[in-house]
């Protein structure tokens, strides 16, 4: 709870709920229990198995306990996960195959792909990020398609041009900044007008490299 607002949460169950409304309920609900409840466990381990004279290796995620996310089935730990094995373990392999395969590009995001890694870089609180991503989509800098975010022609290019001139304003460092800075302010640790300033400073220098180097746009 950022003190914006008081966070929405089950009061009492109605069993006359149906449809739409049982659903929005359930969200709610197991939402509210998976605040609650335990963090989920796991180890992003590497295996190194012996076959023969062979080795081979296998990087996966081992989850030792799901916690949260055995209440909140709309989220799940991504990545692939791999069996819990001991050191020394002797195991029979249900297949042995040899398959011919090349690099992926990373999966496009969904909303909530994005939302959490808003949270990772401190973008945004529960009030706001809806507003964020909201911007986002209304300047088509993305396009929507089947729940996934689509770069935009516009979106694309906004990037390589900042990219070109060296200017980090599509990098989360920039927002975690402010965000960071407001957050200071609440806690007394700065003061409004040290951190405008600061902000007004950089973004003079951010606007005079745009100008000067218009042509790499």
Known sequence: DDGAHPPIHPKAFDASLSGDEKKVFDLVARHFLACCSEDAVGHQTTAKVQIAREFFTATGLMITAKNWLEVYPYEQWRGKTMPHYREGQQFQPTTLEVKEGKTEPPPLLSEADLIALMNKHGIGTDATIAEHISKVKDRDYVNVINRLFHPSELGIALVQGYKRIQVAMSTPYLRQQIESDIT??????????????????????????VVNQANLL
């Open 184 to 209: 200071a302010i609440a806690e007394g640790r700065k003061t409004k007008a040290d951190v405008l300033n600061d902000c007004l400073t950089h973004m003079r220098q951010v606007y005079q490299t």
